[in-house]
């Protein structure tokens, strides 16, 4: 199956094949990855890429996959038309900071009007006592910030929105 997804505002091209011992394939930008997933107990979900374990929590809606783990915090992967239309995706993704995740906003780190940088810590949730600080896309002024400390929010809810700087 080809795909092509969005992840942190880039694009990647994949080809995604059953593998053996219900396993499967992934070739992206010529390299190969053997993975597997097995639920847990505990509603989280065990990632093996090539030999490396991952133990995530995963949320999906409808074009979207929303996958957080202590290590990385939340990573949104939404599925883009292979045909077109990247380009209006990632000017969605990085214009909107949307919630990984249904929980309550913890702390909030900017303010309207707020010039920020990529990598810049916006805004901390919590959603079944995991904490994942929201980090900016990309160099952006804060055009809002739609929940304060406290506020509880949905999945895919807009926490807040950037704009040009």
């Known amino acids: 199956m080809r795909r092509r997804y969005l ?36 509603g989280r979900q065990r990632l093996g890429i090539d030999a490396q374990e991952h133990t995530v929590w995963i949320a999906a809606s409808e074009k979207s996959v929303f996958v957080h783990s ?16 990247a380009g209006q995706a990632r000017a969605g993704a990085s214009d909107t900071l949307v919630a990984p995740m249904p929980g309550t906003v913890i702390a909030v780190q900017v303010a ?18 995991l904490e ?5 896309p990309r160099e952006a002024r804060v055009k809002a910030v739609h929940f304060g400390v406290g506020a509880t929010f949905r999945l895919k809810a807009i926490l807040l929105t950037l704009t040009d700087a």
């Open 132 to 136: 994942t600080t929201l980090l900016a």
């Open 7 to 42: 992840i942190n505002g880039q694009t990647h091209d994949v080809v995604v094949t059953r593998g053996v011992n219900g396993g499967f394939s992934i070739l992206r930008a010529g390299r190969r990855l053997d993975a597997r997933v097995e639920a847990l107990p505990d």
């Open 70 to 85: 202590n290590a990385s915090g939340a990573i949104e992967i939404e599925t883009v038309d292979a045909a077109g239309g």
């Open 112 to 129: 309207e009007g707020d010039m920020v940088s990529v990598g810049q810590p916006l805004m901390v949730i919590e959603s079944m006592k």
